[in-house]
Protein backbone atom coordinates (compact mmCIF):
# COMPACT_ATOMS: atom_id res chain seq x y z
CA UNK A 1 0.00 0.00 0.00
CA UNK A 2 2.68 2.00 0.13
CA UNK A 3 2.62 2.54 -3.75
CA UNK A 4 -0.09 4.87 -2.62
CA UNK A 5 2.05 7.42 -1.24
CA UNK A 6 4.48 7.76 -4.24
CA UNK A 7 2.19 8.23 -6.71
CA UNK A 8 0.52 11.19 -8.35
CA UNK A 9 -2.14 9.11 -9.10
CA UNK A 10 -4.69 9.19 -6.07
CA UNK A 11 -7.81 7.86 -7.63
CA UNK A 12 -9.03 5.83 -11.41
CA UNK A 13 -12.01 7.00 -13.45
CA UNK A 14 -14.08 3.98 -15.05
CA UNK A 15 -15.06 4.36 -18.69
CA UNK A 16 -18.10 2.04 -17.74
CA UNK A 17 -20.07 -0.31 -19.86
CA UNK A 18 -21.92 2.13 -22.22
CA UNK A 19 -22.99 5.81 -22.82
CA UNK A 20 -26.26 4.56 -24.18
CA UNK A 21 -29.31 5.24 -21.50
CA UNK A 22 -31.20 2.04 -23.12
CA UNK A 23 -28.14 -0.39 -22.86
CA UNK A 24 -27.28 1.04 -18.95
CA UNK A 25 -31.09 0.47 -18.26
CA UNK A 26 -31.10 -2.95 -19.58
CA UNK A 27 -28.01 -3.95 -17.61
CA UNK A 28 -29.19 -2.55 -14.68
CA UNK A 29 -32.30 -4.65 -14.59
CA UNK A 30 -29.85 -7.51 -15.82
CA UNK A 31 -27.30 -7.17 -13.26
CA UNK A 32 -29.76 -6.16 -10.25
CA UNK A 33 -31.81 -9.30 -11.04
CA UNK A 34 -28.83 -11.94 -10.97
CA UNK A 35 -27.18 -10.08 -8.24
CA UNK A 36 -29.91 -10.57 -5.64
CA UNK A 37 -30.45 -14.17 -7.65
CA UNK A 38 -26.60 -15.02 -6.48
CA UNK A 39 -26.94 -13.46 -3.00
CA UNK A 40 -30.32 -15.35 -1.96
CA UNK A 41 -29.35 -18.75 -4.13
CA UNK A 42 -25.99 -18.93 -2.48
CA UNK A 43 -27.22 -18.05 1.05
CA UNK A 44 -29.85 -20.12 0.99
CA UNK A 45 -27.00 -22.96 -0.10
CA UNK A 46 -24.65 -22.35 2.87
CA UNK A 47 -27.49 -21.95 5.18
CA UNK A 48 -29.32 -25.57 4.02
CA UNK A 49 -26.03 -27.28 4.18
CA UNK A 50 -25.20 -25.97 7.74
CA UNK A 51 -28.17 -26.81 9.10
CA UNK A 52 -29.35 -29.96 8.03
CA UNK A 53 -27.86 -32.90 9.05
CA UNK A 54 -28.23 -35.13 6.33
CA UNK A 55 -26.10 -32.50 4.06
CA UNK A 56 -23.07 -33.06 6.54
CA UNK A 57 -21.26 -34.93 3.73
CA UNK A 58 -17.42 -34.32 1.94
CA UNK A 59 -19.57 -33.20 -1.23
CA UNK A 60 -21.91 -30.79 0.48
CA UNK A 61 -18.85 -29.60 2.88
CA UNK A 62 -17.52 -28.26 -0.60
CA UNK A 63 -20.31 -27.09 -2.22
CA UNK A 64 -21.17 -24.81 0.51
CA UNK A 65 -17.83 -23.53 0.91
CA UNK A 66 -17.86 -23.21 -3.33
CA UNK A 67 -21.06 -21.18 -2.45
CA UNK A 68 -19.63 -19.08 0.16
CA UNK A 69 -16.76 -17.84 -2.23
CA UNK A 70 -19.87 -17.20 -4.91
CA UNK A 71 -21.48 -14.63 -2.46
CA UNK A 72 -17.52 -13.04 -2.60
CA UNK A 73 -17.84 -13.07 -5.87
CA UNK A 74 -20.55 -11.25 -6.55
CA UNK A 75 -20.24 -8.23 -4.28
CA UNK A 76 -17.15 -7.57 -5.01
CA UNK A 77 -17.72 -6.19 -8.59
CA UNK A 78 -21.32 -6.28 -9.11
CA UNK A 79 -22.82 -3.50 -6.33
CA UNK A 80 -20.17 -0.69 -7.37
CA UNK A 81 -20.78 -1.68 -11.36
CA UNK A 82 -24.32 -1.06 -10.52
CA UNK A 83 -23.82 1.95 -8.72
CA UNK A 84 -22.10 3.30 -11.76
CA UNK A 85 -24.49 2.34 -14.25
CA UNK A 86 -25.72 6.05 -14.55
CA UNK A 87 -23.50 8.31 -13.26
CA UNK A 88 -20.78 10.22 -15.47
CA UNK A 89 -17.73 10.44 -13.05
CA UNK A 90 -17.29 6.78 -11.91
CA UNK A 91 -14.23 6.95 -9.77
CA UNK A 92 -12.58 4.59 -7.35
CA UNK A 93 -9.28 5.37 -5.10
CA UNK A 94 -6.14 4.39 -5.43
CA UNK A 95 -6.06 1.80 -2.01
CA UNK A 96 -10.11 0.69 -2.93
CA UNK A 97 -8.42 -0.09 -6.93
CA UNK A 98 -5.58 -2.14 -5.32
CA UNK A 99 -8.13 -3.64 -2.74
CA UNK A 100 -10.12 -4.90 -5.27
CA UNK A 101 -7.84 -6.33 -7.02
CA UNK A 102 -6.23 -8.07 -4.02
CA UNK A 103 -9.82 -9.98 -2.77
CA UNK A 104 -10.35 -10.58 -7.08
CA UNK A 105 -7.47 -12.91 -6.78
CA UNK A 106 -7.69 -14.07 -3.69
CA UNK A 107 -11.22 -15.63 -4.50
CA UNK A 108 -10.46 -16.29 -7.87
CA UNK A 109 -7.36 -18.62 -6.66
CA UNK A 110 -9.57 -20.31 -3.70
CA UNK A 111 -12.25 -20.96 -6.21
CA UNK A 112 -9.70 -23.14 -8.55
CA UNK A 113 -8.87 -25.21 -6.01
CA UNK A 114 -12.12 -25.80 -4.55
CA UNK A 115 -13.22 -27.22 -8.05
CA UNK A 116 -10.32 -28.97 -8.15
CA UNK A 117 -10.73 -30.75 -4.84
CA UNK A 118 -14.74 -31.34 -5.43
CA UNK A 119 -13.47 -33.25 -8.58
CA UNK A 120 -11.17 -35.33 -6.37
CA UNK A 121 -14.83 -35.64 -4.42
CA UNK A 122 -16.46 -36.64 -7.66
CA UNK A 123 -13.19 -39.24 -8.22
CA UNK A 124 -13.29 -40.78 -5.12
CA UNK A 125 -17.27 -41.52 -4.95
CA UNK A 126 -17.45 -42.91 -8.71
CA UNK A 127 -14.14 -44.87 -9.18
CA UNK A 128 -13.62 -45.81 -4.96
CA UNK A 129 -17.22 -46.22 -3.65
CA UNK A 130 -15.92 -48.51 -0.50
CA UNK A 131 -12.73 -46.38 0.32
CA UNK A 132 -14.99 -43.04 -0.14
CA UNK A 133 -15.53 -42.55 3.57
CA UNK A 134 -12.19 -43.40 4.58
CA UNK A 135 -10.45 -41.31 1.98
CA UNK A 136 -13.01 -38.22 2.31
CA UNK A 137 -13.07 -37.72 5.99
CA UNK A 138 -13.46 -34.16 7.76
CA UNK A 139 -9.78 -33.99 7.97
CA UNK A 140 -9.13 -34.08 4.49
CA UNK A 141 -12.32 -31.95 3.52
CA UNK A 142 -10.39 -29.16 5.69
CA UNK A 143 -7.25 -29.44 4.36
CA UNK A 144 -8.66 -28.76 1.10
CA UNK A 145 -10.68 -25.58 2.21
CA UNK A 146 -7.64 -24.11 4.61
CA UNK A 147 -5.38 -24.67 1.09
CA UNK A 148 -7.45 -23.38 -1.39
CA UNK A 149 -7.19 -20.28 1.36
CA UNK A 150 -3.60 -20.35 1.34
CA UNK A 151 -3.06 -20.80 -2.40
CA UNK A 152 -5.81 -18.07 -2.84
CA UNK A 153 -3.86 -15.64 -0.62
CA UNK A 154 -0.34 -16.71 -2.15
CA UNK A 155 -1.52 -15.87 -5.27
CA UNK A 156 -3.04 -12.66 -5.17
CA UNK A 157 0.33 -11.30 -2.67
CA UNK A 158 2.46 -12.66 -5.71
CA UNK A 159 0.59 -10.37 -8.09
CA UNK A 160 0.27 -7.57 -6.17
CA UNK A 161 4.15 -7.48 -5.35
CA UNK A 162 4.43 -6.65 -8.96
CA UNK A 163 2.32 -3.92 -9.34
CA UNK A 164 1.91 -2.34 -6.21
CA UNK A 165 5.10 0.04 -5.66
CA UNK A 166 4.69 1.24 -9.09
CA UNK A 167 4.71 5.12 -10.30
CA UNK A 168 0.99 6.05 -11.60
CA UNK A 169 1.25 9.88 -12.88
CA UNK A 170 -1.50 9.80 -15.16
CA UNK A 171 -3.65 9.62 -17.26
CA UNK A 172 -5.54 7.58 -14.58
CA UNK A 173 -8.74 5.83 -16.99
CA UNK A 174 -9.35 2.33 -16.75
CA UNK A 175 -11.60 1.55 -19.99
CA UNK A 176 -13.57 -1.06 -17.57
CA UNK A 177 -16.36 -1.26 -14.47
CA UNK A 178 -13.40 -2.50 -12.10
CA UNK A 179 -10.12 -2.49 -11.27
CA UNK A 180 -8.12 -5.11 -13.55
CA UNK A 181 -4.57 -6.22 -12.94
CA UNK A 182 -3.69 -6.02 -16.72
CA UNK A 183 -5.72 -2.61 -17.50
CA UNK A 184 -3.70 -1.38 -14.25
CA UNK A 185 -0.33 -1.64 -14.98
CA UNK A 186 -0.96 0.05 -18.46
CA UNK A 187 -0.96 2.74 -16.94
CA UNK A 188 2.13 2.67 -14.45
CA UNK A 189 4.89 5.83 -15.54
CA UNK A 190 7.67 2.88 -16.23
CA UNK A 191 8.40 0.51 -19.10
CA UNK A 192 5.93 -2.88 -17.80
CA UNK A 193 6.47 -5.48 -20.92
CA UNK A 194 7.96 -7.20 -18.51
CA UNK A 195 5.48 -6.95 -15.86
CA UNK A 196 2.64 -7.52 -18.15
CA UNK A 197 4.22 -11.04 -19.12
CA UNK A 198 5.07 -11.64 -15.52
CA UNK A 199 1.53 -10.70 -14.31
CA UNK A 200 -0.35 -12.66 -17.75
CA UNK A 201 1.94 -16.02 -17.40
CA UNK A 202 1.24 -16.06 -13.60
CA UNK A 203 -3.04 -15.92 -13.75
CA UNK A 204 -2.79 -18.04 -16.99
CA UNK A 205 -0.61 -20.55 -15.74
CA UNK A 206 -2.75 -21.06 -12.72
CA UNK A 207 -5.83 -20.67 -14.90
CA UNK A 208 -4.63 -23.35 -17.77
CA UNK A 209 -3.08 -25.61 -15.69
CA UNK A 210 -6.23 -26.27 -13.37
CA UNK A 211 -8.10 -26.46 -16.17
CA UNK A 212 -6.53 -29.31 -17.64
CA UNK A 213 -6.36 -30.65 -14.14
CA UNK A 214 -9.80 -30.92 -14.04
CA UNK A 215 -10.45 -32.22 -17.34
CA UNK A 216 -8.20 -34.73 -17.45
CA UNK A 217 -9.89 -35.88 -14.02
CA UNK A 218 -13.01 -36.05 -15.41
CA UNK A 219 -11.90 -38.03 -18.52
CA UNK A 220 -10.32 -40.46 -16.09
CA UNK A 221 -13.69 -40.77 -13.83
CA UNK A 222 -15.64 -41.48 -17.12
CA UNK A 223 -12.98 -44.20 -18.82
CA UNK A 224 -12.73 -45.77 -15.09
CA UNK A 225 -16.43 -45.98 -15.47
CA UNK A 226 -16.67 -47.41 -18.94
CA UNK A 227 -14.64 -50.14 -18.19
CA UNK A 228 -16.61 -51.80 -15.79
CA UNK A 229 -20.13 -51.12 -17.18
CA UNK A 230 -20.77 -50.12 -20.87
CA UNK A 231 -23.83 -48.28 -19.22
CA UNK A 232 -22.01 -46.85 -15.95
CA UNK A 233 -20.73 -44.31 -18.50
CA UNK A 234 -23.22 -42.01 -19.52
CA UNK A 235 -24.56 -42.47 -15.59
CA UNK A 236 -21.20 -40.90 -14.99
CA UNK A 237 -21.67 -38.01 -17.63
CA UNK A 238 -24.72 -37.32 -16.20
CA UNK A 239 -23.29 -36.85 -12.57
CA UNK A 240 -20.39 -34.86 -13.37
CA UNK A 241 -22.39 -32.48 -16.55
CA UNK A 242 -22.81 -30.23 -13.48
CA UNK A 243 -19.51 -30.04 -12.45
CA UNK A 244 -18.39 -29.74 -15.92
CA UNK A 245 -20.55 -26.84 -17.23
CA UNK A 246 -19.65 -24.96 -13.81
CA UNK A 247 -15.72 -25.35 -14.27
CA UNK A 248 -16.17 -24.50 -18.41
CA UNK A 249 -18.23 -21.34 -17.29
CA UNK A 250 -15.55 -20.25 -14.69
CA UNK A 251 -12.46 -21.00 -16.48
CA UNK A 252 -13.27 -20.48 -20.09
CA UNK A 253 -13.46 -16.42 -19.45
CA UNK A 254 -10.38 -16.39 -17.21
CA UNK A 255 -8.59 -18.48 -19.63
CA UNK A 256 -9.51 -15.87 -22.57
CA UNK A 257 -8.86 -12.41 -20.83
CA UNK A 258 -5.25 -13.47 -19.87
CA UNK A 259 -3.66 -16.31 -22.54
CA UNK A 260 -5.63 -14.90 -25.61
CA UNK A 261 -3.15 -12.94 -27.28
CA UNK A 262 -5.68 -10.44 -29.42
CA UNK A 263 -7.46 -8.52 -26.58
CA UNK A 264 -10.57 -7.15 -27.51
CA UNK A 265 -11.87 -4.74 -24.44
CA UNK A 266 -15.73 -5.40 -25.52
CA UNK A 267 -14.91 -9.05 -25.33
CA UNK A 268 -13.54 -8.28 -22.26
CA UNK A 269 -15.78 -6.50 -20.59
CA UNK A 270 -18.66 -8.48 -21.54
CA UNK A 271 -17.13 -11.83 -20.36
CA UNK A 272 -16.11 -10.16 -17.01
CA UNK A 273 -19.70 -8.78 -16.55
CA UNK A 274 -20.48 -12.80 -17.67
CA UNK A 275 -17.86 -13.87 -14.99
CA UNK A 276 -18.42 -11.68 -12.15
CA UNK A 277 -22.71 -11.64 -12.50
CA UNK A 278 -23.79 -14.60 -14.23
CA UNK A 279 -21.50 -17.39 -13.39
CA UNK A 280 -22.16 -16.74 -9.21
CA UNK A 281 -25.56 -16.76 -10.31
CA UNK A 282 -25.59 -20.41 -12.04
CA UNK A 283 -23.61 -22.41 -9.45
CA UNK A 284 -26.42 -22.66 -7.50
CA UNK A 285 -29.09 -23.48 -10.33
CA UNK A 286 -26.51 -26.14 -11.45
CA UNK A 287 -25.58 -27.61 -8.61
CA UNK A 288 -28.27 -27.16 -6.42
CA UNK A 289 -31.52 -26.92 -7.81
CA UNK A 290 -30.56 -30.13 -10.17
CA UNK A 291 -30.00 -32.13 -6.83
CA UNK A 292 -33.36 -33.64 -5.26
CA UNK A 293 -31.72 -34.12 -1.71
CA UNK A 294 -30.44 -30.33 -1.80
CA UNK A 295 -34.40 -29.39 -3.16
CA UNK A 296 -35.91 -31.53 -0.39
CA UNK A 297 -33.32 -30.12 2.02
CA UNK A 298 -33.93 -26.53 0.97
CA UNK A 299 -37.87 -26.79 1.57
CA UNK A 300 -37.31 -28.17 4.92
CA UNK A 301 -35.26 -25.08 5.40
CA UNK A 302 -37.72 -22.45 4.17
CA UNK A 303 -40.55 -23.93 6.18
CA UNK A 304 -38.28 -23.82 9.54
CA UNK A 305 -37.74 -20.10 8.82
CA UNK A 306 -41.35 -19.61 7.83
CA UNK A 307 -42.58 -21.13 10.92
CA UNK A 308 -39.51 -19.49 13.02
CA UNK A 309 -41.08 -16.20 11.88
CA UNK A 310 -44.90 -16.56 12.98
CA UNK A 311 -43.93 -17.96 16.03
CA UNK A 312 -41.65 -15.09 16.63
Not at 147 to 173: E, K, R, T, Y
Not at 281 to 293: A, G
Request: some cysteine; overall charge positive; hydrophobic content about 50%.
Amino acid sequence: MDGANQSAVSEFVFLGLTNSRAIQLFLFVLSSTFYMASMMGNSLTVLTVASDPHLHSPMYFLLANLSFIDLGVSSLTSPKMIYDLFRKHKVISFRGCITQIFFIHVIGGVEMVLLIAMAFDRYVAICKPLHYLNIMNPKLCILFVLAAWMIGLMHSMVQLAFVVNLPFCGPNVLDSFYCDLPRLIKLACTDTYRLEFMVTANSGFISVGSFIILIISYIVIILTVQKHSSTGSSKALSTLSAHITVVVLFFGPLIFVYTWPFPSMNLDKFLAIFDAVITPTLNPVIYTFRNQEMKVAMKRVCRQLVSSRKIS
